[in-house]
């Protein structure tokens, strides 16, 4: 390799790497390397000059810098970084004018007019005839939608390959034509195939799909279903926070009442009773807000007939009907299931009143953790100031 390739090397791969923007997922520094791998397997078919090698692999090595840039006119913006890097190097003007010129010719619908384009313009697609063309070809999808350049379906996308493929593209090098044509070919086949296997939907059923896709209740019930599943984990993560603090606290209960409580009987003991004493109460304390916060509320559980026809009461909510009969629980929900605009509101009141349980629930629990946090510091606190202050009298031996 020689210096000047190395030192092209190096600054683009800085350049691509602290440049470019991340939405670039095709044309990138493992784009630009696959282009000059596939650059030099040309090269290294073809019988050039070693001066006419370098030129066309510098090239293949800046021809995409102008993406730095913005994507419009990037194969100019390249001719204009590559030539002040080349100068700056004090490479030969009229080299550099020579790698400014194959630069442009990887412009999209450029017709090559010599061997060292043709060359620049095989390697820059030659990932067409690749056996990971599809995948790559993903990434440019997801590149023209994330720049905001173009927004393809799957479909639209598949067509306008097939379609670049048969009427836009074609390979020049007599090597490109006998190595990479074939997988070309085979691309395009799968692209064929695929565009087929979805043509066997009929027209009926594509407008099913569209219509089930597109359809304001699918998207209402979605939302409902979707927002009363979040309502419910998040009931469950309270309830087992509450669970894991009512055992903490009556593990800590039942070792301070076996352990600690009996040595209080002893005198020396005295300086114990404050801090256990402490440590108890907001125990206690907190074991009884983990049951508050758990404990369940539940309603009358009845309704009128008077309810069910002005829309009063929520049928989906137990609370409100297991004192009633089945016979009218059953008549009220046929009542409930004839008007969308009652079973939207039911669902409402019921994810309304859910969250306001949440809401409960979960002021309850900051308090009861906070009163948990402050019992533990201030038993620990009491217990070091108690054992300074009145621990037991040391025993001073008198000189017989």
């Known amino acids: 390799m020689s210096d000047i390739i190395k030192l092209a090397e190096d600054f683009v791969t800085k350049l691509l790497t602290t440049k470019l923007d991340g939405n670039f997922l095709y044309h990138n520094l493992r784009h630009t390397q696959r282009v000059v791998k596939n650059t030099k397997e040309l090269l290294e078919a073809l019988d050039l000059d070693e001066k006419e090698n370098e030129t066309i692999e510098l090239a293949a090595w800046l021809h995409d810098t102008g993406y730095t840039e913005g994507v419009e006119d990037h194969e100019v913006k390249s001719k204009r970084i590559a030539t002040q890097f080349l100068k700056e190097q004090k490479y030969d003007t009229a080299r550099i004018n020579k790698v400014g010129q194959l630069i442009l010719a990887t412009q ?3 017709e090559p007019k010599n061997l060292s384009e043709e060359i620049i313009k095989d390697a820059d697609s030659s990932h067409l005839g690749s056996n990971s063309y599809m995948e790559t070809s993903e990434l440019l999808r997801e590149e023209l939608s994330l720049l905001g350049i173009a927004q393809y379906t799957p479909k639209e996308w598949r067509n306008e390959n097939i379609k ?3 009427t836009e593209h074609r390979f020049y090098t007599a090597y490109a034509k006998e190595n990479w044509q074939e997988g070309k070919d085979k691309n395009l086949k799968k692209l064929v195939k695929t565009k087929k296997k ?7 059923e594509e407008l ?4 089930k896709n597109e359809s304001p209740e699918r998207g209402i019930q979605t939302m409902f279903r979707v927002t009363m599943r979040n309502h419910l984990k998040l009931s469950d993560i309270a309830d087992t926070k509450a669970n894991i603090l009512l055992s903490v606290n009556a593990i800590i209960i039942s070792l301070v009442l ?3 409580i009996p040595k209080l009987d002893n005198p020396s003991n005295d300086y114990l009773i404050i801090p256990a004493a402490i440590f108890v109460t907001f125990s206690v304390i907190s074991m009884i807000m983990s049951i508050m916060a758990t404990r369940p509320n539940v309603t009358s559980g009845e309704f009128t007939k008077k309810d069910v026809e002005q829309k009063k009461v929520n049928l989906l909510f137990f609370g409100n009907f297991h004192k009633m009969k089945l016979q009218d629980y059953e008549w009220a929900i046929q009542e409930l299931i004839k008007d969308q605009t009652y079973v939207y509101s039911s669902l409402t009141k019921d994810l309304y009143f859910l969250g306001l349980v949440l809401n409960r629930k979960y002021k309850l629990l900051r308090w009861t953790y906070t009163i948990f946090m402050i019992g533990m510091i201030l038993s620990v606190i009491s217990f070091f ?3 300074k202050f009145y621990g037991p009298e040391k025993i001073i031996e008198l000189p017989t």
């Open 208 to 211: 099913k799909v569209k219509l």
């Open 385 to 387: 100031v108690a054992l």
């Open 108 to 110: 999209r619908f450029y």
């Open 164 to 166: 670049m493929f048969r």
């Open 258 to 260: 076996a352990n600690l």
């Open 198 to 204: 979805y043509k066997k939907l009929t027209k009926k």
